[in-house]
């Protein structure tokens, strides 16, 4: 990180550099590695009272930059400056083997994308903000679609570059995220390529553009599909009788039946140029035959159907899916 911060762009000019870049990044880094509003303050009474702080054990920094001194010189960067960290932290993780542990379905990782909005205000805005009518009254928001290296079973995820949903260049039509997701995959998707990646999203992510980016980036998808919104694949549903296979476990005392049901080759929409995935469908009921929620979702190059129960406990989830 410390590296990153010393290489980007100073628009300073002239002896006048009191600071380092690096020492500047860093200071604004430290806010959120601590998680304390008052990071800053905090640190200065740390280096007076003791001789030293965590500014400098921690972050190798020579000296304190003042608050309005760090917005000021980072205001003007690029958020994509910050990301060769991503890149060096997945590196590092290869060189180790650390990716061993996230590997599923043999030597395959799983991609989870998302959408995530970390401002909105009736008031404070910019001109990168989104905007929504609410009541009558314009809200203005900033979002993004995050990208994270996930596995079912383990407690860590690995972060990786974001795409932020804002206005872009040559385009009238307000911004969304299956657009930066499609951006994400195209700036992205070769680089973690060789990862082989199966890419998880919600209904929102099954659509045919999305599918679509998501193989030419050498990828699979695992995405979730109600059957509202997709009404062609639906009526294909209703008319055939699915594959199933039946099997009874036990858990302790309790007994849970799973009913597994599956169709390949099924258009994800409707016409001539309709992409064909496969569909999936997990059915996890008590002895009783509750089936209390439902969750659906794709798999790799089609779409799955999962229903579970409450009663069924994490670690007998966890257990299944690593099965599955």
């Excluded at 060769?84 to 060189?95: K, Q, S």
């Excluded at 206005?167 to 930066?180: F, I, L, N, V, Y």
């Excluded at 059915?283 to 159907?305: M, V």
């Amino acid at each position: 990180m410390r590296g990153v911060c010393a290489g980007l762009p100073d628009k300073r000019r002239g002896r006048n550099v009191h600071y380092a870049m690096a020492d500047i990044g860093m200071a604004a880094f430290s806010v959120f590695f601590m998680q304390s509003p008052s990071f800053l303050a905090q640190q200065r009474r740390l280096l007076e009272g003791c001789g030293r702080s965590n500014c400098q054990t921690l972050f190798e920094m020579a000296e304190i930059p003042s608050d309005n001194h760090i917005r000021a010189m980072l205001d003007p960067v690029s958020p994509g400056a910050f990301q060769p960290v991503f890149d060096a932290t997945i590196r590092t993780l290869e060189a180790g083997d650390g990716l061993a542990p996230f590997r599923r379905l043999g030597d395959h990782v799983l991609i989870a994308l998302d959408g995530a909005e970390y401002h909105r205000s009736a008031k404070v805005h910019c001109p990168r903000c989104s905007t929504i009518s609410k009541g009558g009254q314009i809200e203005y928001f900033h979002a993004m679609v995050s990208a994270a290296l996930v596995a079912p079973g383990h407690t860590r995820v690995l972060p990786l570059e974001p795409e932020f949903v804002e206005p872009q260049d040559g385009t009238e039509k307000q911004d969304c995220e299956s657009r930066a997701c499609r951006r994400w995959l195209a700036a992205h998707g070769a680089t973690y390529a060789h990862l082989k990646p199966v890419y998880l999203g919600d209904d929102l992510y099954s659509c045919q553009p999305i599918c679509e980016a998501v193989h030419q980036a050498n990828g699979n998808f695992l995405f979730v599909c109600k059957p509202a919104s997709h009404p062609t694949l639906t009526e294909y549903l209703s008319g055939v009788e699915p594959c199933e296979h039946v099997e009874t476990l036990k858990h302790g005392k309790a007994r849970f039946r799973y009913t597994y049901r599956w169709l390949c080759d099924l258009p994800l929409r409707d016409g001539k140029d309709a992409m064909h995935v496969n569909w999936l469908s997990i059915e996890i009921a008590d002895g009783q035959g509750h089936l209390p929620q439902q969750l659906r979702h794709r798999p790799a190059g089609g779409s799955q159907h999962y229903r579970r129960t409450r009663r069924l406990r994490p670690r007998q989830m966890e257990g299944r899916e690593r099965e599955l």
